[in-house]
């Protein structure tokens, strides 16, 4: 009983499934499915009245000697519906189905990527989430398509089948146990080759996973510098093999059982049901003498009908439990609910304008860590004020900007927004206080106003907007010499006409988006470290200039820019080791003045040698 109601509990959530990609499709293009389901109605409606009602009239026209001219009409009138009924299938696969099929494509991904934008930062760091979100768009455009076929076959394949198997029973109603054959073949071992196939194909992903980045990394231009002038290559091609290895052992893993399954299943489905009712009909017409010829005939052609019409229900049923089990990747990605809600919500308020932005006592710990990045972190973010986050690689700062932006939320602690807790406020608008340009920033395909505005140009407002961040971040007497200035496509991933600009003219570029953001508070990670000192120094110069107004937050590894904040926080393992102004922290002679005084050092050697070098050329 314990197998029976598990199985009936898999079929409920299968066909709730399936309804659920109906019910999308519907929403998305309702046009799509009623011509879906009239083509197929069609369909089937022309292979039942040729096969069976059509061959049966001219066997008896034969039989009791109907008129010649009747007899012409009817076949005239039966062609002209059927050219009809081709014409409509013709047009629907050839031009209406690819087109409508885009569409639905299109729309349902940007659902998904809509969907991926609002989920929480670190689904896209869990394994677990991030497989299923890549078989979720992997397979969500394929499935719907054949959600829509296989509901409307299974609906008018069973009807087709019903007509049949009636004209069959008349003639012998044991005739019709045959059509058991192929519900076994399809239900039970189908069922059990579509089981098998996702097991297989669950276990191919991670594999999947290594050969599909190593065939992104290959042509990304990002990476095509370091394959060429390294041996990371064989690296790589080591990754892609284990990958495949890791495929094809998967195949061979479940290759007998899917064997084996796969030859009971096409036994059963074909040929049993074929050559039994022909050899069982011609039993019944030469030995029984229990049927007449033209019987047998129109015996012979429902029975090909009828059979591929079980075939096709059965089938039907079997693709859309498979279905069923794709689609449960889609439905819960789509259902999945936030921790950190993107949306708006009636209960959240817009924020305040800044007067305070407080980190109290803050603790944070990733999923499955064992110990906390982040612990008894408490930092105070006044109005126009400038603090300075520094520290060794993997001190906890870039995680600290994450909490600080609500990416995540802290494990222990508060973050509050001139003292009203930042979980009560509108997501979207409190980020929407933050510019930020990031150590790690990302430049896009699109032009060059795109990628600073961060949304479409649509206004010669913007263009002035674009143009004078431009100014500010050193960059625009280079952008003003390209051919179409701002309107160039940055990288020719998309235009031969594209360019791909210096490291650091890409990094001026980012930083010229926080020129162009009426943000409250600037994060600057990094900002310039692709920069000589020279454009280090006319950069920041600028941001100065311009943040004059605003709160600002620097991540630096150069000291030499944490001594314009007003106040500096020196992290080291995840808690706040020393804090102060830049005079304060070199008086108390810690962990801050002595990385101050090795980078110091550095910069006293170089402008040594830059004397003697004057002294020689004198």
Not at 192 to 204: I, M, P, T, V
Not at 213 to 229: C, F, P, T
Not at 470 to 495: C, N, Q, W
Not at 504 to 532: H, M, V, Y
């Amino acid at each position: 009983m314990g197998k029976i109601s598990l199985a009936m509990h898999h079929a409920k959530v299968n066909i709730a499934n399936n309804l659920f990609v109906l019910q999308l499709a519907w929403r998305i293009h309702p046009q799509r499915v009623i011509i879906d389901f009239t083509v197929q109605a069609c369909r089937q409606f022309s292979n039942v009245f040729f096969a069976v009602y059509f061959m049966k009239y001219i066997i008896e026209s034969i039989s009791v000697e109907r008129d010649f001219q009747q007899i012409v009409y009817f076949i005239l009138i039966t062609l002209a519906i059927l050219l009809v009924l081709s014409m409509l299938d013709h047009w629907y696969v050839q031009r209406f189905k690819p087109i409508s099929d885009l569409t639905i494509y299109e729309k349902l991904y940007l659902i998904l990527f809509r969907k991926a934008s609002t989920v929480e930062l670190k689904c896209f760091e869990d394994h677990e989430f991030y497989n299923k979100y890549t078989k979720a768009i992997q397979e969500a455009d394929r499935r719907t398509s054949a959600v829509l076929d296989s509901i409307s076959r299974i609906i008018f394949s069973s009807l087709a089948t019903i007509s049949i198997f009636s004209v069959m029973y008349a003639i012998d109603p044991w005739v019709v146990l045959f059509a058991l054959l192929p519900i076994v073949g399809n239900f039970y071992f189908g069922k059990k080759l579509n089981r098998l196939q996702f097991k297989q194909n669950e276990e191919s992903v991670p594999h999947q996973r290594k050969m599909d980045y190593v065939n992104r990394v290959i042509y990304l231009s990002n990476y095509a510098k370091e394959i060429r002038l390294s041996r990371i290559f064989s690296v790589l091609r080591s990754t892609y093999q284990e990958g495949y290895d890791g495929v094809i052992s998967t195949i061979h893993k479940y290759r007998v059982r899917a064997g084996v399954i796969s030859f009971f299943k096409i036994f059963l489905t074909f040929t049993l049901i074929f050559q039994g009712v022909l050899l069982y009909g011609a039993y019944l017409a030469i030995v029984k003498e229990s049927i007449s010829i033209s019987s047998f005939v129109v015996l012979g052609t429902a029975m090909v009908s009828g059979a591929w019409s079980l075939i096709r229900m059965s089938d039907s049923v079997v693709e859309i439990n498979k279905n069923g089990i794709f689609i449960d990747n889609l439905k819960s990605f789509l259902h999945y609910e936030s921790e950190i809600p993107e949306h708006a919500e009636p209960n959240l308020i817009s924020p305040p304008r800044l007067q305070q932005l407080a980190l109290r006592q803050l603790q944070f710990t990733y999923d499955g860590a064992e110990s906390a990045t982040l612990s008894d972190i408490t930092i105070e973010l006044n109005k126009n004020e400038k603090i300075a986050l520094v520290g060794h690689n993997g001190a906890g700062k870039s995680t600290l900007i994450k909490l600080m932006m609500r990416l995540y939320d802290p494990t222990e602690g508060e973050i509050t927004l001139n003292g009203r807790n930042i979980k009560e406020l509108d997501l979207m608008s409190y980020r929407a206080m933050f510019g930020t340009v990031f150590q790690d920033f990302r430049i896009f395909s699109m032009t060059i106003a795109e990628n600073v505005l961060m949304r479409e140009l649509e206004s010669d407002v913007d263009r002035q907007l674009v143009i004078e961040a431009l100014k500010k971040s050193r960059v625009y007497d280079k952008v003003a010499a390209l051919p179409h200035g701002i309107d160039t496509m940055l990288t020719k991933e998309f235009d031969d006409e594209g360019v791909v600009l210096s490291g650091g003219e890409f990094q001026k570029i980012a930083i010229a988006r926080i020129f162009a953001q009426p943000a409250e508070i600037l994060i600057l990670d990094e900002p310039t470290s692709a920069l000589d000192p020279i454009a280090e120094y006319e950069i920041f110069e600028s941001m100065l200039e311009a943040c004059e107004d605003k709160a600002v937050v620097i991540i630096s590894h150069r000291m030499s820019s944490a001594m314009l904040a007003d106040r500096i926080y020196y992290l080291e393992d995840g808690s706040i080791q020393e804090a102060g102004t830049h005079t304060e922290l070199m008086q108390r002679q810690g962990k801050y003045a002595e990385l101050f005084l090795k980078q110091a050092e550095k910069y006293v050697d170089q402008e040594e040698l830059v004397e003697v070098a004057n002294r020689h050329e004198a």
